[in-house]
């Protein structure tokens, strides 16, 4: 999740009164992302602020002279000339808007219309005259240890700077915290790059939207919107980024070492000279954070998100799953063909002569039970299923004699989960009046689904088409 922080004047002051304000915000380019923001008021501080002296007018007297001077060539008839004076308007940044809008009010029709071609350029430009200061708690930690990043936008022109973030109506805020985690995420990520200990950047991770009706609902309303916000002169704010490393949308910092992060943004020009000179670049100063302990080496090598095996313990096989994401997991272990809820475990055994052997053995014809989907934690290891040695055996008759030391493996397959509801079957979960409403909410999140298979199955056949499965009426 984020707060936004938002404080009056950039000189520390002390702290008169909180007040909680809800918010959803977004950035540009499109995603979605929700804010829940705590604005900190200062009255004494704004007094201050309202009767501190007045820069001496002499002291800024070189720079007005430069404004002005720049604002005449805006009439020049020489191209080059406007063209450079434009330019070095831009570069000097807020500070030149109040005698560029009264250059724009002018008698003088050239100067005034460059004048507000200028003033438009500005308002397309983010975090214009702001610096951008990073910082992280904790610095220190395991690699499944959440910290805290915080992203401190200050604005030390007298001019309003236009920032990438603004308020949803209050019916699109949600109160689910992991939307408003993975929204700021996403609000926040097309500013910041973070680097891996062997110099690599890391790109964002985000766990399916549809597994949730709300973070799908928060990430549309950005995608639909394009809001943007501004910061008042000498005023800052305050993003802190929650669960940076280990919420719904992440940055997975898995191995042991130095991170490196950085806000940076750039404002694309059109016109070449501008992008030379990188006019209106904001870069923060990078922030480290050192992970001392790496996940388990099955997380951070796997090529899946469920491993698999299948050992010979005694007169059984056991099917064995290892949770190998980063992030919790859930098992359906109802076996049965009905793809609308029950999961599917089919065996594939070798025999001495390198031959592949399917065994399906009979469901078992047990009623639906919420309680047979299983948590795994990262990197925890269960017993899916197990098949009596004699029964396979059995099963396999005349074709030949099962291999020892295999390899033997499985297929798994489970296509029920909770976001697998269309979107307006997803809006009455937990509706009693809406037949299974109440039962879809018995679903966990992050249900792993689809297949996953282990050594030697090479699985050829297409996965069924689940588009057009019913209301999972629960439980039987």
Same mark, same amino acid.
């Given at each position: 999740?984020?707060?936004?922080?938002?404080? =009056?004047?950039?000189?520390?002051? =002390?702290?008169?009164?909180?007040?909680?304000?809800?918010?959803?915000? &977004?950035?540009?380019?499109? %995603?979605?992302?929700?804010? %829940?923001?705590?604005?900190? !008021?200062?009255?004494?501080?704004?007094?201050?602020?309202?009767?501190?002296?007045?820069?001496?007018?002499?002291?800024?007297?070189?720079?007005?002279?430069?404004?002005?001077?720049?604002?005449?060539?805006?009439?020049?008839? +020489?191209?080059?000339?406007?063209?450079?004076?434009?330019?070095? !308007?831009?570069?000097?940044?807020?500070?030149?808007?109040?005698?560029?809008?009264?250059?724009?009010?002018?008698?003088?029709?050239?100067?005034?219309?460059?004048?507000?071609?200028?003033?438009?350029?500005?308002?397309?430009?983010?975090?214009?005259?702001?610096?951008?200061?990073?910082?992280?708690?904790?610095?220190?930690? &395991?690699? $499944?240890?959440?910290?805290?990043?915080?992203?401190?936008?200050?604005?030390?022109?007298?001019?309003?700077?236009?920032?990438?973030?603004?308020?949803?109506?209050?019916?699109?805020?949600?109160?689910?915290?992991?939307?408003?985690?993975?929204?700021?995420?996403?609000?926040?990520?097309?500013?910041?790059?973070?680097?891996?200990?062997? =110099?690599?950047?890391?790109?964002?991770?985000?766990?399916?939207?549809?597994?949730?009706?709300?973070?799908?609902? #928060?990430?549309? @309303?950005?995608?639909?919107?394009?809001?943007?916000?501004?910061?008042?002169?000498?005023?800052?704010?305050?993003?802190?980024?929650?669960?940076?490393?280990?919420? @719904?949308?992440?940055?997975?910092?898995?191995?042991?070492?130095?991170?490196?992060?950085?806000?940076?943004?750039?404002?694309? @020009?059109?016109?070449?000279?501008?992008?030379?000179?990188?006019?209106?670049?904001?870069?923060?100063?990078?922030?480290?954070?050192?992970?001392?302990?790496?996940?388990?080496?099955?997380?951070?090598? #796997?090529?899946?998100?469920?491993?698999?095996?299948?050992?010979?313990?005694?007169?059984?096989?056991? #099917?064995?799953?290892?949770?190998?994401?980063?992030?919790?997991?859930?098992?359906?272990?109802?076996?049965?063909?009905?793809?609308?809820?029950?999961?599917?475990?089919?065996?594939?055994?070798?025999?001495? $002569?390198?031959?592949?052997?399917?065994?399906?053995? +009979?469901?078992?014809?047990?009623?639906?039970?919420?309680?047979?989907?299983?948590?795994?934690?990262?990197?925890?290891?269960?017993?899916?299923? &197990?098949?009596? %040695?004699?029964?396979?055996?059995?099963?396999?008759?005349?074709? *030949?004699?099962?291999?020892?030391?295999?390899?033997?493996?499985?297929?798994?397959?489970?296509?029920?989960?909770?976001? #697998? !509801?269309?979107?307006?079957?997803?809006?009455?979960?937990?509706?009693? *009046?809406?037949?299974? =409403?109440?039962?879809?909410?018995?679903?966990?999140?992050?249900?792993?689904?689809?297949?996953? +298979?282990?050594?030697?199955?090479?699985?050829?056949?297409?996965?069924? $088409?689940?588009? $057009?499965?019913?209301?999972?009426?629960?439980?039987?």
């Amino acid at each position: 999740m984020l707060t936004l922080v938002t404080g =009056g004047a950039l000189e520390p002051t =002390g702290l008169a009164g909180i007040v909680d304000t809800p918010m959803i915000y &977004r950035a540009l380019p499109p %995603c979605t992302a929700i804010l %829940c923001w705590v604005v900190l !008021l200062s009255p004494a501080s704004i007094a201050a602020h309202a009767q501190a002296p007045q820069a001496d007018s002499k002291a800024d007297q070189p720079q007005t002279q430069e404004i002005r001077g720049l604002i005449e060539k805006l009439g020049d008839a +020489s191209y080059p000339v406007r063209a450079d004076a434009v330019r070095d !308007l831009i570069a000097i940044g807020p500070d030149a808007l109040p005698l560029l809008r009264e250059a724009a009010s002018g008698d003088d029709y050239e100067t005034a219309l460059r004048a507000r071609q200028v003033i438009e350029t500005f308002r397309a430009v983010l975090f214009a005259g702001a610096t951008v200061v990073l910082s992280a708690e904790p610095t220190r930690l &395991r690699w $499944n240890q959440p910290f805290t990043l915080k992203v401190r936008i200050e604005n030390h022109s007298s001019e309003p700077c236009q920032t990438p973030f603004a308020p949803a109506p209050e019916g699109d805020r949600p109160a689910n915290l992991d939307a408003l985690q993975v929204g700021a995420m996403m609000d926040l990520a097309d500013f910041l790059s973070v680097f891996g200990p062997d =110099g690599r950047e890391i790109q964002l991770y985000t766990e399916p939207i549809d597994e949730d009706p709300e973070v799908e609902q #928060a990430l549309r @309303w950005r995608a639909e919107q394009d809001p943007t916000g501004t910061l008042d002169g000498g005023s800052s704010q305050t993003f802190a980024l929650t669960d940076f490393n280990r919420g @719904w949308s992440r940055y997975r910092m898995l191995e042991a070492g130095q991170y490196t992060i950085r806000f940076e943004y750039e404002p694309d @020009w059109p016109d070449p000279e501008l992008a030379r000179r990188r006019i209106g670049r904001v870069s923060s100063q990078a922030v480290k954070v050192t992970v001392t302990e790496p996940a388990p080496a099955v997380i951070r090598s #796997a090529p899946g998100t469920l491993l698999g095996e299948v050992v010979r313990e005694g007169d059984s096989y056991v #099917a064995y799953a290892t949770n190998a994401h980063d992030h919790l997991r859930y098992l359906n272990t109802n076996w049965g063909t009905d793809a609308r809820r029950k999961g599917r475990l089919r065996w594939f055994f070798q025999t001495e $002569n390198g031959e592949l052997f399917e065994y399906q053995p +009979s469901p078992a014809r047990l009623a639906f039970s919420p309680e047979r989907i299983v948590a795994l934690e990262p990197g925890q290891r269960i017993e899916l299923a &197990r098949v009596a %040695c004699r029964e396979v055996a059995q099963a396999l008759g005349q074709k *030949g004699r099962l291999s020892a030391a295999g390899p033997h493996g499985f297929v798994y397959s489970n296509f029920l989960r909770r976001g #697998a !509801l269309s979107r307006e079957e997803g809006a009455g979960a937990g509706d009693p *009046g809406r037949q299974g =409403g109440e039962s879809n909410e018995q679903l966990p999140r992050f249900i792993f689904t689809g297949q996953a +298979s282990c050594v030697p199955v090479v699985e050829s056949s297409p996965p069924p $088409n689940t588009s $057009n499965l019913e209301w999972i009426d629960l439980p039987e």
